[in-house]
């Protein structure tokens, strides 16, 4: 999709040194993923806060260790 944006020159010019495409198109690629993934993680720990994780009363770390290294 081809997109006009007016972002400030301060803000591309660092994009483009963290992300380090070889393009600018490659270099805003790379920092929205990587944004969308940060986003996706923040929204995965708070649904985690809510409801956290529960293991099972016979589940030890010794039984998961030995139920991978069977895989």
Do not use: C, D
């Amino acid at each position: 999709m081809k997109v006009t944006a007016l972002i400030p020159n301060k803000i591309v010019n660092e994009v483009r040194q963290y992300a380090g495409g070889s393009t600018l198109t490659e270099s805003l690629i790379v920092a929205l993923k990587e944004w969308l993934a940060l986003k996706k993680i923040i929204a995965l720990n708070r649904s985690i806060e809510k409801l956290p994780l529960q293991f099972n009363e016979e589940t030890s770390a010794y039984k998961i260790r030995l139920h991978n290294r069977k895989r």
